[in-house]
């Protein structure tokens, strides 16, 4: 079992017992490439990014769709699920809606 633990991912363990794992990379789904997307791909099988958050996709409360639409493309091409994030939270809210509180 060490030696198993030892040379298998996260992923491939994970997958062996029926399950998905994922994290929330340190990378722009527009800028996602290098160790950081290797690393990820290696062992997670699904990812959460920020550009799902209210702020992220209207900051002047205008849509920008860029970001989200990036990070659905580079999950398709490198083999992974995506997650949204809450596109409510209290901590990414726009300065407008963050006025009304």
Not at 23 to 49: I, K, M, N, Q
Not at 53 to 75: I, N
């Amino acid at each position: 079992m060490a030696d198993m633990l030892e040379t298998s991912s996260l992923r491939t363990l994970a997958q062996q017992a029926g399950l998905r794992v994922g994290c929330h990379p340190d990378f722009r789904p527009d800028d996602a490439s290098g160790p950081l997307t290797e690393l990820h791909c290696r062992e997670f099988d699904t990812a959460v990014f920020n550009c799902f958050h209210w702020c992220a996709l209207a900051p002047d409360g205008v849509y920008d769709w860029r970001l989200p639409d990036a990070a659905v493309a580079w999950a398709r091409a490198h083999g992974q699920r995506l997650r949204g994030h809450a596109l409510l939270w209290y901590q990414t809210l726009p300065a407008a809606v963050q006025a009304c509180r």
